[in-house]
């Protein structure tokens, strides 16, 4: 979703190489990921990749993470900031496990080409074609670079390639049709998109349900860390979720309210959009307003491509079902 006269209209092209890397190398690294994270994980072929999360024991969102499997190793990227803290964690985990952990971050940089000439753009440089157009995470390397397909915010290639050719991969994209785009364009682009970000639209005081981030999360795999917690919250109903707001014209950042209630906040604008958490007594289509002098007017729609999870029964209704009682029967 890129306006008219956006970098992205076509391949945008913007250095995101400030995020946080990790790497896994060894036997069980994928083993040793599946542990921890809450996505089924371990067996993902060469080639592939997944979202996963690191949750606190109490299934509080520690951390979001893309992990890429290629060429015997597992690459994982997060938001700027969080990768030492999480190698530490991390390595204080391994035990007698066969896996070697790195936090790469000064290594490798990210360059994202987004929208829909972004094959074309990077064709000039690797080997696109390789990587099957939508199979998301989906992986393929060529010399120096990895090369990773994108579904969000938009479709698209992240190209991690090391740090010293940041430069001279941002001017082969943009000599081969690509448009020079800025932070601040991605940042409007993915509020537009409905992709919510890791420690601005949510953080260590949400659970998966209420940032909307199901999709990152394999409800029927094993033990892993925060489990009981989120299985828990699938049984019951959040009070607040992450959302994405249309407004009538610009967006704007600041507290939302319905029928005079504070019910939530805008807490990423760009593009006539936001994300931000909304109390769940705020249905689906309703209007609310944002901000103050005036307020602006905005609808309460669903983040694009999320999903809710298994419905899991609650433990009223495994009881009156054990009794033979219909559910909701007063």
């Not at 204080?92 to 829909?116: C, K, M």
């Not at 992240?158 to 994209?173: C, I, R």
Request: hydrophobic residues 40%; charged residues 25%.
């Amino acid at each position: 979703m890129s306006a008219p006269g956006s970098p992205f209209a076509s391949a945008g092209v913007v250095d995101r190489s400030d995020r946080g890397k990790l790497r896994f190398r060894g036997d069980q690294a994928l083993w040793f990921c599946d542990q921890l994270l809450s996505n089924q994980v371990v067996d993902l072929a060469d080639g592939q990749g997944a979202e996963a999360l690191l949750l606190t024991p109490h299934g509080k969102i520690r951390a979001l993470l893309r992990l890429v499997s290629n060429g015997g190793e597992v690459m994982a990227d997060m938001e700027p900031g969080l990768a030492a803290g999480l190698a530490e964690f991390f390595q204080g985990r391994v035990f007698s496990t066969r896996v070697e952990i790195a936090d790469v971050t000064g290594d490798f940089g990210i360059v994202s080409v987004l929208g829909p000439a972004a094959d074309d753009v990077v064709r000039t440089m690797t080997l696109v074609d390789r990587v099957p157009p939508d199979a998301e995470h989906a992986s393929v390397r060529c010399a120096a670079a990895l090369v990773v397909r994108v579904a969000r915010p938009i479709p698209g290639l992240d190209l991690y390639v090391p740090k010293g050719a940041v430069d001279v991969t941002l001017a082969s994209l943009t000599a081969a049709g690509g448009t020079p785009a800025t932070p601040e364009d991605y940042e409007a682009l993915r509020a537009a998109s409905g992709l919510a970000r890791d420690r601005v639209d949510f953080d260590e005081g949400f659970l998966p349900q209420e940032a909307a981030l199901e999709r990152a999360v394999h409800f029927a795999k094993g033990c892993y860390l925060g489990q009981e917690a989120v299985a828990m919250t699938q049984r019951g109903r959040v009070k607040r979720r992450l959302r994405h707001l249309r407004f009538d014209g610009p967006a704007r950042a600041g507290v939302v309210r319905h029928e005079g209630q504070e019910v939530g906040r805008v807490t990423s604008p760009g593009g006539g959009f936001g994300i931000g958490p909304v109390r769940t007594t705020v249905a689906l289509g309703d209007k609310v307003e944002v901000g103050e002098d005036p307020p602006a007017t905005a609808v309460v729609e669903e983040l694009p491509g999320t999903v809710a999870g298994p419905r899991v029964p609650s433990a009223r209704e495994l009881r009156e079902s054990l009794a033979g009682k219909p559910a909701n029967t007063p």
